[in-house]
C-alpha cells in the first residue's frame, strides 16, 4: 500500500488522540440525493472507525426546513443500506436535527449568560463577504423582529491537530467575525447545530471533508464557549475533484448512487470507484463496504 499522508491517517497517532473505542458520525443533509462524495466520507468513516475499533452513529442534518426534504431522508437511508454502510447504534431512534429544537434554544440559553448573544438584521448582502464585521452588536434590537442570532466570538486563535494535515492555526473571529447560530428565517446555522450535536452526543473523532477545514476553529471555540472540555479530533480528507482520472459518467466530477444502481453497478463497484476517485484504490477495484477499514490498515 502507498503510505500517502493526504490520504491515509497515521492510525497509531490517531488512536492515541481519540483515545479507545473513538465515536464519528455519519451526517448527511437530506437536501438531494446520496451521490459519490457521500460515498467517500463513508468510506473514511466507517473505514477509519473500524480501524481504530470505534463506533459510527448517524445523524440527519435538517435543520435547513427549506432545503430539506423528508423523501431524500428516505433515500438516503435506504441507498446506504444498499452500500452495506450500518451504523453501530442503529437507524432507530434516528437523531434529526429537526426533532429537538428545545435543545438548541437550551444552549443558546446558556450561552446567554457567558456571552454576547444578539439578534442581527443584516442580510447577506449588507454584510457582503465571509466576515461579519459586528455592527448589530451593541444595537439591542429585539428578537422576533426577523432577524438572525449571532453569538460574540473573542479573539486569539484556535490551535488543533488535523489528523491529515497536521497543526492549524485559525482565527476565527477575524475569519468570519461573530457567529451566526439561527438565520433570518428562523433555522439553526450548520456551525451551531453541528456543535451541538457533537457536544451531545459524545462524538470524538469528526470526519468530514477538506472543503470544512477553515470552519473548524470556530466549531471548536463554539464548543469549549457550550463548555465542552476536550475537543474532538478532526480529520478532513481528500475530495473528489472534476476533470481528473477516469470518466465515469457524464458529469465527470461525481455521480448520484441512484444513477449507478439503475445501471446495474453493485455496491462493491460503487465503493470501488468512489475509492478510486481519491486515491485509495485503483480504478477497476471493487471492495464491500464491511472491508473498507482495509483501506487504512497497512
Ligand atoms: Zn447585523
Given at each position: 500500500?502507498?503510505?500517502?499522508?493526504?490520504?491515509?491517517?497515521?492510525?497509531?497517532?490517531?488512536?492515541?488522540?481519540?483515545?479507545?473505542?473513538?465515536?464519528?458520525?455519519?451526517?448527511?443533509?437530506?437536501?438531494?440525493?446520496?451521490?459519490?462524495?457521500?460515498?467517500?466520507?463513508?468510506?473514511?468513516?466507517?473505514?477509519?472507525?473500524?480501524?481504530?475499533?470505534?463506533?459510527?452513529?448517524?445523524?440527519?442534518?435538517?435543520h435547513?426546513?427549506?432545503?430539506?426534504?423528508?423523501?431524500?431522508?428516505?433515500?438516503?437511508?435506504?441507498?446506504?443500506?444498499?452500500?452495506?454502510?450500518?451504523?453501530?447504534?442503529?437507524?432507530?431512534?434516528?437523531?434529526?436535527q429537526?426533532?429537538?429544537?428545545?435543545v438548541y434554544e437550551?444552549v443558546l440559553?446558556?450561552l446567554?449568560?457567558?456571552?454576547?448573544v444578539?439578534?442581527?438584521?443584516?442580510?447577506?448582502?449588507?454584510?457582503?463577504?465571509?466576515?461579519?464585521?459586528?455592527?448589530?452588536?451593541?444595537?439591542?434590537?429585539?428578537?422576533?423582529?426577523?432577524?438572525g442570532i449571532r453569538v460574540?466570538?473573542?479573539?486569539?486563535?484556535?490551535?488543533?491537530?488535523?489528523?491529515?494535515?497536521?497543526?492549524?492555526?485559525?482565527?476565527?473571529?477575524?475569519?468570519?467575525?461573530?457567529l451566526l447560530v439561527r438565520d433570518?428565517?428562523?433555522h439553526w446555522t450548520y456551525q451551531f447545530a453541528v456543535t451541538v450535536d457533537d457536544v451531545?452526543?459524545?462524538?470524538?473523532?469528526?470526519?468530514?471533508?477538506?472543503?470544512?477545514?477553515?470552519?473548524?476553529?470556530r466549531q471548536?471555540?463554539l464548543a469549549?464557549m457550550m463548555?465542552?472540555?476536550?475537543?474532538?479530533?478532526?480529520?478532513?480528507?481528500?475530495?473528489?475533484?472534476?476533470?481528473?482520472?477516469?470518466?465515469?459518467?457524464?458529469?465527470?466530477?461525481?455521480?448520484?448512487?441512484?444513477?449507478?444502481?439503475?445501471?446495474?453497478?453493485?455496491?462493491?463497484?460503487?465503493?470501488?470507484?468512489?475509492?478510486?476517485?481519491?486515491?485509495?484504490?485503483?480504478?477497476?477495484?471493487?471492495?464491500?463496504?464491511?472491508?473498507?477499514?482495509?483501506?487504512?490498515?497497512?
Amino acid at each position: 500500500m502507498i503510505i500517502d499522508p493526504l490520504l491515509r491517517p497515521d492510525l497509531t497517532r490517531l488512536a492515541s488522540a481519540t483515545g479507545s473505542s473513538p465515536l464519528t458520525r455519519f451526517a448527511p443533509s437530506p437536501t438531494g440525493y446520496l451521490h459519490l462524495g457521500h460515498v467517500v466520507n463513508a468510506i473514511y468513516v466507517w473505514g477509519i472507525a473500524r480501524a481504530l475499533g470505534g463506533r459510527v452513529l448517524l445523524r440527519i442534518e435538517d435543520h435547513d426546513r427549506i432545503r430539506c426534504r423528508p423523501e431524500y431522508e428516505l433515500a438516503l437511508l435506504e441507498d446506504l443500506a444498499w452500500l452495506g454502510f450500518e451504523p453501530d447504534l442503529g437507524f432507530e431512534p434516528l437523531l434529526r436535527q429537526s426533532d429537538t429544537p428545545l435543545v438548541y434554544e437550551q444552549v443558546l440559553d446558556r450561552l446567554r449568560e457567558s456571552t454576547n448573544v444578539y439578534v442581527c438584521e443584516c442580510s447577506r448582502k449588507d454584510i457582503g463577504g465571509e466576515r461579519y464585521d459586528g455592527r448589530c452588536r451593541d444595537r439591542r434590537l429585539e428578537p422576533g423582529s426577523g432577524g438572525g442570532i449571532r453569538v460574540q466570538l473573542p479573539d486569539g486563535d484556535e490551535v488543533f491537530d488535523d489528523a491529515l494535515h497536521g497543526r492549524q492555526t485559525q482565527t476565527p473571529a477575524e475569519q468570519c467575525g461573530d457567529l451566526l447560530v439561527r438565520d433570518r428565517d428562523d433555522h439553526w446555522t450548520y456551525q451551531f447545530a453541528v456543535t451541538v450535536d457533537d457536544v451531545r452526543q459524545g462524538v470524538t473523532l469528526v470526519i468530514r471533508g477538506s472543503d470544512l477545514v477553515s470552519s473548524t476553529g470556530r466549531q471548536i471555540l463554539l464548543a469549549r464557549m457550550m463548555g465542552r472540555r476536550n475537543a474532538p479530533v478532526f480529520l478532513h480528507h481528500p475530495l473528489i475533484h472534476d476533470g481528473r482520472g477516469e470518466k465515469l459518467s457524464k458529469a465527470a466530477g461525481d455521480a448520484g448512487i441512484r444513477e449507478l444502481r439503475s445501471a446495474g453497478v453493485t455496491p462493491p463497484e460503487v465503493i470501488g470507484i468512489a475509492a478510486a476517485r481519491v486515491g485509495l484504490l485503483n480504478p477497476g477495484e471493487s471492495i464491500h463496504a464491511v472491508d473498507v477499514a482495509g483501506l487504512f490498515l497497512a
